[in-house]
């Protein structure tokens, strides 16, 4: 039987302080003071403002591929659209990109253009009704710690810059691991950003804020 932390049964989410909708370009920064693996932040938010019929695409750079694809399907319904996943995690998940889910596994070092063009490549092998394409990273930090700053915000603007047709990018981030240069510089290229406080009852909550509102004092 499914515990109730399990990913069958993901933890409770308040959905209050975000928008019903967000423009269908929009890049989205899921800041969370801790990783939260069990709730899945940045796939809820994928799946909150995408149509079923698109595709979306998560690169996994700590949680294991089997474990975000779980997270996937306790989320969808059964007309959802095609998801796959890019694993660039230590645990070397064995690429099958012609299973129901698709997975490309890359190297844990892997240079990071490579990583973008998997997400690129793993696009086009993917057959939708719908030309939308919509792209996540569930954690920026390990890619922030083995890469730094200046070249994963090069590699995310390539990526943001390369989009084909409009589609959301959720970019997930551990942000009490990094200091203000870094989410100053994140600011740069996001619309928004989502922030993540956990309660003491275990549940979690978002607030979005428009960037600009943030850098004006709003």
């Known amino acids: 039987m499914p515990t ?3 990913d069958e049964h993901l933890r409770a989410l308040d959905f209050e302080g975000l928008p019903d909708s967000l423009t269908e370009d929009s890049v989205i920064l899921v800041a969370k003071p801790a990783p939260l693996e069990e709730h899945a932040v940045s796939l809820r938010i994928l799946d ?22 779980r997270q996937q399907t306790a989320l969808e319904s059964p007309d959802s659209g095609r998801f796959g996943v890019v694993d660039a ?18 190297p844990h070092s892997v240079e990071l253009t490579r990583l973008v063009l998997a997400l690129w490549e793993l696009e086009a092998s993917m057959a939708s009704d719908s030309r939308t394409t919509h792209f996540g990273i569930r954690s920026l930090t390990p ?6 700053l200046e070249r994963t915000i090069s590699v995310l603007e390539h990526l943001i810059e390369g989009r084909t047709d409009s589609g959301l990018v959720v970019l997930g981030l551990e942000y009490t691991r990094h200091n203000e240069a ?29 960037v600009h509102e943030q850098l004006s004092g709003i």
Not at 51 to 67: D, G, H, K, L, Y
Not at 89 to 106: D, M
Not at 185 to 197: F, H, N, S
């Open 4 to 6: 109730p932390n399990s």
């Open 48 to 69: 909150r403002y995408t149509s079923p019929e698109e595709r979306r695409i998560v690169v996994t750079t700590a949680i294991s591929a089997e474990r975000t694809i």
């Open 89 to 106: 995690t230590p645990q070397n998940h064995p690429s099958s990109p012609f299973q129901k889910y698709p997975v490309v596994s890359l």
């Open 143 to 148: 890619l922030l710690a083995d890469e730094g």
């Open 182 to 210: 870094t989410l100053s510089a994140l600011r740069e290229i996001v619309d928004g950003i989502v922030w993540i406080e956990e309660r003491t009852d275990g549940s979690i909550s978002a607030e979005y804020r428009r």
